[in-house]
């Protein structure tokens, strides 16, 4: 950057496998285009210094998972809150990323605001959101202000974040207007076989009625043109963590297909982006694939079946012209997309998403020129919300002014036996976790409703 001369060191903190990807492709969008140009693919000579946080809990990414996101780190750990505060203590960032769920921003703009007290030059804290906002958009927000610059990945979220933060008489500068950091790719043409990738979600939709009605559906499409390659793109392997929890996997329901699934149906994992390589109709209910696709052109249908509902996160996609029923897609149809709608979704297929992250880079760019730099300052504090910010911090073994809790963990060093029975017991805790969603939860939820 303009600002630095030399490579701009960037840390990011993630939480989960689709947070690493989005803060890791946010640091390369952000700052590796030191010449002021487009950073659409980053020279390896102009790539940020990145070093990688992953935050230690039941989504931490398996190696296989990070490497199928495919993203560059010239260091990669896994760290506890409070040991990521006393390594950016001793630090010497330019810029850090937050990809996190909102409590854990919250927690960690306290930290880092208590761990650089004094300090005239801190890095620029960055964060945002990892796709598609349909759910606890005041919440998510609230949780994210303090930042230095807070990340809309369209027109109609940065609307939406300017008028929550000035809804409340926060500070609503920090809201800059980008993309999501990972469209791209070779715009669309046929294939042969026609393809069809149903693009499954972990925790969309819930009810096994639900899901088992979307892949009977998919079993038939599959009967009913057996010309065509009909895909169910999954995010996970048996016994792997996402940045939500599979009740349901489509692994298992898939068991109890009567008869097995036809020859022409498969189950795929991989980058999702070399799977829209061969798609020729992306089905899905409300996944962030969807605005990989359109930005393609690919032809791209939001399953209406279970209904339009916001615990579905579909109704983001109403005005879209994408919204269809199996029915109508077994019949041939293809949804055409509303060209408006795709322009205020940060969707640019015309080639203007090269620039979409010019105004983010400017903003980086002159928060990093100032010579002094005001404390970090979140909506949120003892006094703004007395019953609810103190418990996020606690959890994250941190005071109400982001002061580490005694007993908080500060290193994370561990040698011989004391690594493998932490290791153990980190993998035991993950799996009891998963036992209790994917077993447990699901039969107290039937019993619920006898």
């Excluded at 492709?25 to 950073?39: I, Q, S, Y």
């Excluded at 980053?42 to 199928?68: F, H, I, K, M, N």
């Excluded at 009913?224 to 995010?235: I, S």
């Excluded at 205020?344 to 903003?363: I, L, N, S, T």
Aim: charged share 20%; net charge positive; hydrophobic share 40%.
């Amino acid at each position: 950057m303009p600002s630095i001369h030399r490579k701009p060191r960037v840390a990011v903190l993630a939480d989960s496998d689709t947070r690493w990807k989005w803060g890791a492709l946010t640091a390369h969008r952000l700052v590796a285009a030191a010449d002021g140009g487009p950073a659409d693919a980053p020279a390896a000579d102009s790539a940020p210094a990145l070093d990688g946080y992953l935050l230690r809990g039941r989504a931490t990414p398996t190696p296989r998972q990070l490497t199928e996101v495919g993203v560059r780190a010239d260091t990669l750990r896994e760290v506890t809150g409070s040991e990521f505060l006393a390594a950016l203590r001793e630090g010497t960032y330019d810029v850090v990323v937050l990809a996190l769920v909102g409590g854990g921003v919250q927690a960690m703009l306290h930290g880092l605001a208590h761990a650089w007290r004094g300090r005239s030059r801190r890095p620029v804290v960055v964060t945002g959101y990892v796709g598609v906002v349909y759910e606890k958009l005041a919440d998510g927000l609230l949780l994210r202000h303090g930042a230095d610059v807070v990340l809309a990945n369209s027109r109609q979220d940065a609307e939406r974040f300017r008028a929550v933060y000035e809804g409340v008489g926060a500070d609503a500068s920090s809201v800059v207007e980008t993309a999501l950091p990972f469209l791209g790719g070779e715009p669309y043409r046929p294939h042969t076989p026609y393809t069809v990738v149903f693009a499954a979600q972990p925790s969309v939709p819930v009810t096994r009625a639900d899901r088992t009605h979307l892949l009977g559906r998919l079993v038939r499409h599959a009967q009913r043109h057996p010309d065509r390659e009909v895909l169910l793109k999954l995010r996970s392997r048996p016994g792997e963590h996402t940045t939500h929890i599979e009740e349901l996997p489509y692994q298992k329901l898939v068991q109890k297909v009567p008869g097995g699934l036809p020859p022409n149906l498969r189950l795929v994992y991989g980058h999702m982006g070399e799977v829209l390589d061969r798609t020729d109709l992306l089905v899905t209910v409300s996944s962030t694939a969807a605005l990989e696709s359109l930005h393609r052109r690919i032809p791209t249908a939001i399953l209406t079946d279970v209904g339009v509902r916001e615990t579905l996160g579909n109704h983001h996609f109403i005005g879209s012209g994408c919204l269809a029923s199996f029915d109508q897609l077994d019949a041939g149809h293809a949804p055409v997309p509303d060209a408006q709608w795709l322009a205020r979704q940060g969707v640019a297929a015309d080639g203007a998403y090269e620039r979409a992250f010019d105004a983010a880079r400017e903003r980086v760019t002159e928060l990093l020129d100032r010579p002094r730099r005001p404390p970090l300052a979140p909506y949120y504090t003892p006094v703004t919300a007395p019953g609810y910010q103190p418990g996020i911090l606690a959890r994250h073994h941190l005071a109400p002014d982001g002061a580490p809790l005694p007993g908080a963990p500060a290193s994370s060093e561990a040698t011989g036996v004391r690594r493998v029975v932490r290791g153990a017991m980190r993998d035991a805790a993950r799996g009891a976790y998963r036992h209790g969603v994917q077993r447990v939860a699901p039969v107290i939820r039937r019993m619920g409703e006898l």
